[in-house]
């Protein structure tokens, strides 16, 4: 055990015997069924729980939205032109939300 999770460890004994984690939400329930965080680390998890839970959508998720209601689009068109227009709108969305990824994985590095 590293000296980081002993020292977590002993916090949450510490709080614990203060009484500080009674009481707190969603106490005593299971936790939230989240089968998409088997494929992101932990740390993104959290991060991504947290910004839920306070409302905000990190700007890769909002640009992943946008290019599946392109993709939508997209499968609706027939005229060539309009479908070339909307295959590069898809394009730059997803090289946008690529780019908003990399982001994220530099900064959590």
Do not use: C, N
């Not at 203060?18 to 936790?31: A, H, S, T």
């Not at 740390?43 to 290019?67: H, Q, S, T, W, Y």
């Not at 032109?81 to 090289?95: D, T």
């Amino acid at each position: 055990m590293s000296w980081l999770s002993r020292l977590a460890e002993r916090r949450i004994q510490a709080a614990r015997l203060k009484g500080q984690l009674q009481g707190l939400e969603g106490e005593g329930k299971p936790l939230p069924d989240r089968p998409g965080d088997a494929f992101v680390s932990h740390g993104d998890a959290l991060g991504f729980r947290i910004m839920a839970e306070a409302g905000v959508l990190p700007e890769e998720i909002v640009l992943k939205k946008r290019a599946a209601a392109q993709r939508a689009y997209l499968a609706t068109l027939t005229d060539e032109a309009e479908r070339k227009a909307a295959m590069a709108e898809l394009a730059r969305l997803e090289m946008l939300q690529g780019i908003a990824e990399d982001a994220r994985r530099k900064f959590l590095r």
